[in-house]
């Protein structure tokens, strides 16, 4: 990589149904936002939160050790 090459930030998007959702979704997971984009492509999900890193939702259907 030369000088002026900068690394590819690493982001993750999940596509809700209202802005506000994505802000919810940064405070309840612990997620850093960097922008809320326009999802031109589906008329339900109409904006896609864009957070640093890979993010995952919990695997709430995970066997645990009491199953």
Not at 10 to 19: A, E, L
């Amino acid at each position: 990589m030369s000088e002026n090459q900068q690394p590819e930030q690493v982001t993750s998007s999940h596509s809700v149904t209202d802005r506000w959702r994505c802000t919810a979704m940064e405070k309840k997971y612990g997620w850093k936002l960097l922008r809320i984009e326009r999802n031109q492509n589906n008329p339900v999900l109409k904006w896609d939160c864009v957070f640093n890193g890979k993010t995952e939702f919990p695997d709430y259907l995970e066997e645990t050790e009491e199953d």
